[in-house]
């Protein structure tokens, strides 16, 4: 099979615009959002107040699931990242890890569109889905066991709220702990690991991948063909389905 790649603008954290103020971004899901002032984690909401102040015009607020409310395909976030997600209010969104993740979406035909780094640039998913394990921004990238808890139940009604998605990518060992429990399978029995494979009791599948951060990139922790087979896989999947 052939893939059409999505176009992607390059990244250059110095010259990106911050249209967060006139653009505000649309959940796929709108029942299915938090508040926009969500209480329910203390230290997060405390953090998102800090960032009101400091930065007004960014979006600061839970963010919210993009792409296909009909989609075949979730993918699976952390958090969002202060400069990324939390910035623009969409996820992967503004940093790095985003334009590895639309990039290669394009290359598997689920995106389309020019990836520039912000909400408002036109970019549309087919057949995919982002939803995060935590929605709104924690301190140094790490939300505690109980934000991860605390967040699960509107992770588990996006899931639900999307019938037609039967496999699931998490991105990174965390997201994998809690897609496990939302998914209803057990995590002694799914063991995280690089392009693992996890039936869950109702039939859905789940995917394990390394998070496609900087980090992770550079250090050749994940690559672009390792990447690419995840995607390639969930496709086997879908299609053996």
Same mark, same amino acid.
């Given at each position: 099979?052939?893939?059409?790649?999505?176009?992607?603008?390059?990244?250059?954290?110095?010259?990106?615009?911050?249209?967060?103020? @006139? !653009? @505000? +971004?649309?959940?796929?899901?709108?029942?299915?959002? #938090?508040?926009?002032?969500?209480?329910?984690?203390?230290?997060?909401? /405390?953090?998102?107040?800090?960032?009101?102040?400091?930065? +007004?015009?960014? %979006?600061?607020?839970?963010?919210?699931?993009?792409?296909?409310?009909?989609? %075949?395909? /979730?993918?699976?976030?952390?958090?969002?990242?202060?400069?990324?997600?939390?910035?623009?209010?969409? #996820?992967?969104?503004?940093?790095?890890?985003?334009? &590895?993740?639309?990039?290669?979406? =394009?290359?598997?035909?689920?995106?389309?569109? @020019?990836?520039?780094?912000?909400?408002?640039?036109? &970019?549309?998913?087919?057949?995919?889905?982002?939803?995060?394990?935590?929605?709104?921004? #924690?301190?140094?990238?790490? #939300?505690?066991?109980?934000?991860?808890?605390?967040? $699960?139940? !509107?992770?588990?009604?996006?899931?639900?709220?999307? +019938?037609?998605? $039967?496999?699931?990518?998490?991105?990174?060992?965390?997201?994998?702990?809690?897609? @496990?429990?939302?998914?209803? =399978?057990?995590?002694?029995?799914?063991? !995280?690991?690089? =392009?693992?494979?996890?039936?869950?009791?109702?039939?859905?599948?789940?995917?394990?991948?390394?998070?496609?951060?900087?980090?992770?990139?550079?250090?050749? &922790?994940?690559?672009?063909?390792?990447?690419?087979? &995840?995607?390639?896989?969930?496709?086997?999947?879908? =299609?053996?389905?």
């Amino acid at each position: 099979m052939e893939f059409t790649p999505a176009p992607t603008a390059p990244i250059d954290a110095e010259t990106e615009i911050d249209v967060t103020t @006139v !653009f @505000v +971004p649309v959940s796929a899901l709108p029942e299915t959002e #938090p508040s926009h002032d969500c209480p329910l984690c203390p230290r997060l909401a /405390g953090v998102r107040e800090q960032l009101r102040t400091e930065f +007004p015009g960014w %979006w600061n607020a839970p963010v919210p699931a993009f792409g296909d409310p009909a989609a %075949w395909l /979730g993918i699976i976030g952390l958090a969002p990242g202060k400069h990324g997600a939390n910035r623009t209010g969409r #996820p992967f969104t503004g940093d790095y890890s985003g334009q &590895v993740l639309f990039e290669t979406l =394009g290359r598997f035909g689920l995106a389309n569109g @020019v990836y520039g780094a912000k909400a408002g640039d036109g &970019v549309t998913l087919d057949g995919a889905i982002i939803l995060n394990a935590v929605k709104c921004l #924690p301190p140094e990238n790490k #939300p505690t066991p109980e934000e991860i808890r605390t967040c $699960r139940p !509107f992770l588990e009604t996006q899931a639900d709220a999307v +019938p037609s998605a $039967r496999v699931f990518v998490a991105l990174g060992h965390i997201t994998h702990q809690s897609a @496990v429990k939302m998914l209803g =399978g057990r995590l002694p029995k799914a063991r !995280f690991a690089h =392009g693992a494979e996890h039936r869950m009791p109702d039939g859905r599948i789940l995917i394990d991948s390394y998070h496609c951060s900087r980090y992770n990139m550079n250090t050749g &922790v994940l690559t672009a063909e390792m990447f690419d087979a &995840v995607f390639a896989r969930a496709l086997e999947l879908r =299609g053996e389905g």
